[in-house]
């Protein structure tokens, strides 16, 4: 819509312009019977049309370009969103600085996107018994979900779910397996 009135503008000073500069000259000029003086300004609109038409595809193809560059950053900013867990220390659900940043980046996220309702799910490693990870998976996902509604996130939009030690992100049986499963996963409903 904005490239169609552009183009409209363009078109509006660009031919008015050209029609002013040929009837204000001094000279006429001569009529003959071969009809050059029609065939001059059937020239000059001519050029002014093909210059307003490349004017306005340049337009589109700009409008185009920047409608990509768009997409693809919102694709990133998603992409970042779902992909950036908050990690957990050893048998903890206390929130270090790292994990707040990552939860101040999604509630920037969330503040531009609000249509959107996410699940916080809280997850362990297997260490420990199947009730206490369940329990600390639980309040892993409520401490992420907490320190959202502080930073002004609805409550109505977050939902939260432990599933403990059941889904790890990395089944590895070492330090650092155990410390990616340690998290709190953000996913769209």
Not at 159 to 185: H, L, M, V
Request: aromatic share 6%; charged share 25%; hydrophobic share 45%.
């Amino acid at each position: 819509m904005r490239n169609r009135i552009k183009v409209l503008f363009i078109m509006c000073l660009v031919i008015p312009g050209l029609l002013f500069t040929i009837s204000c000259t001094k000279e006429k000029p001569p009529v003959s019977d071969t009809g050059t003086s029609s065939s001059s300004a059937d020239e000059t609109a001519a050029a002014a049309k093909a210059k307003a038409d490349a004017d306005a595809a340049r337009a589109k193809a700009d409008a185009d370009a920047a409608a990509a560059a768009a997409s693809a950053a919102a694709q990133a900013a998603l992409d970042e969103f779902i992909n950036a867990n908050v990690l957990f220390a050893f048998e903890s659900d206390v929130l270090d600085d790292s994990a707040k940043a990552i939860l101040l980046n999604k509630s920037a996220y969330l503040r531009a996107n609000p249509g959107l309702n996410v699940t916080v799910q809280g997850h362990c490693d297997d260490r420990g018994t199947l009730e206490f990870n369940q329990a600390l998976g639980d309040r892993r996902a409520k401490s992420a979900k907490n320190y959202l509604l502080d930073l002004g996130i609805d409550a109505s939009r977050l939902n939260t779910i432990s599933y403990g030690e059941e889904n790890p992100i990395d089944p590895g049986q070492n330090d650092a397996a155990w410390a990616k499963n340690r998290r709190a996963q953000f996913v769209i409903e």
